[in-house]
């Protein structure tokens, strides 16, 4: 199984913290849209000539135009040699209508279209043929010959997008060339709630063709009982966070434990957040998160997706395990069979 991992670093020490993370056999890196740029720091780690895969996972589709994001993949595709994903995802509406100053409706009709149009675009770029985008959303039909980058020497890099409720999820394997399965969820949920809406989006796909699925995981890893307790801290606080939003009840009540939802959402708007962490209970940890010393993480990483994929992207929320574990954990995932 191979390793993507987050790339947390700001764009001024992205290319060195890139090229320390590569050395430990990580296959890639990811950057998620927090604060700072998600683009910037792959930039960075492209042009040190890094050599890993990079990905956006992801950028928050809604606020941007497809020919922005089509603009950002093409020349991330250029810099990286071909190992570029643009991963894409939605937002809830505070932040989309209040941190963005965007619009926000349906996101699930949006996401399609941005994935869609976001394709279109490349597809016309690699082609040559004539952009004709018509969407209920945006429309991209002007394209002279002075703003096509021409075809990409590497190809046309995969568009993924991120998904949860089963209607996103459908919506992904409808329309992306790949799933960014949550890093919120639990083995129950992937099963009971992830998996059928992806069968029901390929029954509806226009183009048929294969879907990538890339599970995440929040590891709380560690060796010594001291690591163990500081990385179990960090992802307590992530997991409290996830579920104190509405949108993320569904994983909650996949495991019995849906009333804990606005426990916590009523505890976010105090701030009373170590009441919240306290509400992370060892059993929550361990199923909502993968736990232990490296080699135990790869064991659990397997049998959690073992079936559904050879890739996974892991977070160490909080917490920095170091590059030597990173390292055992990626040796660990080579050498793990079941």
């Not at 998620?32 to 950028?59: C, I, K, Q, R, S």
């Not at 790949?178 to 809406?197: C, D, E, K, W, Y």
């Not at 010594?224 to 996830?242: K, M, N, S, W």
């Not at 909080?318 to 055992?328: C, F, I, L, T």
Request: negative net charge; proline residues 8%.
């Amino acid at each position: 199984m191979l390793l993507d991992i987050q790339l947390d670093a700001r764009p001024d020490a992205a290319a060195a913290r890139a090229a320390e993370l590569a050395t430990t056999g990580v296959e890639g890196l990811f950057t998620f849209e927090g604060p700072h740029d998600v683009f910037f720091p792959l930039v960075a780690a492209a042009t040190a000539g890094v050599d890993v895969d990079l990905m956006t996972n992801v950028a928050i589709a809604t606020p941007r135009s497809p020919m922005h994001l089509a603009h950002a993949a093409y020349d991330l595709q250029l810099l990286s040699k071909g190992r570029f994903r643009l991963g894409l995802g939605s937002q809830i509406k505070p932040h989309v209508e209040n941190r963005y100053g965007a619009t926000w409706s349906r996101p699930a009709a949006r996401m399609r279209e941005a994935v869609l149009a976001t394709k279109a675009i490349l597809t016309a770029w690699q082609d040559g043929t004539r952009l004709d985008f018509r969407g209920e959303f945006t429309k991209h039909t002007l394209m002279p010959p002075t703003f096509v980058p021409g075809p990409n020497p590497h190809g046309v890099p995969p568009v993924l997008m991120g998904a949860l409720g089963p209607l996103m999820t459908r919506t992904a394997a409808q329309v992306a060339d790949g799933l960014l399965v949550m890093p919120f969820h639990s083995h129950t949920h992937i099963r009971q709630n992830t998996l059928p809406a992806v069968e029901e989006g390929l029954r509806e796909r226009e183009t048929p063709s294969e879907l990538a699925i890339y599970p995440q995981a929040i590891l709380a890893m560690g060796r010594t009982p001291e690591e163990q307790e500081r990385a179990d801290l960090g992802v307590r606080g992530l997991l409290a966070f996830y579920g104190s939003t509405p949108a993320y009840r569904p994983v909650l009540d996949a495991e019995g434990w849906g009333d804990l939802q606005p426990e916590l959402n009523a505890l976010s708007k105090t701030g009373a957040i170590m009441e919240m962490i306290a509400k992370v209970d060892e059993r929550m940890l361990e199923t909502l998160a993968v736990r232990g010393t490296p080699e135990e993480c790869a064991a659990e990483l397997h049998r959690r997706f073992g079936d559904l994929t050879d890739r996974v992207c892991t977070y160490f929320p909080g917490y920095d395990p170091g590059v030597e574990q990173v390292r055992d954990l990626v040796t660990a995932l080579g050498t793990v069979t079941a």
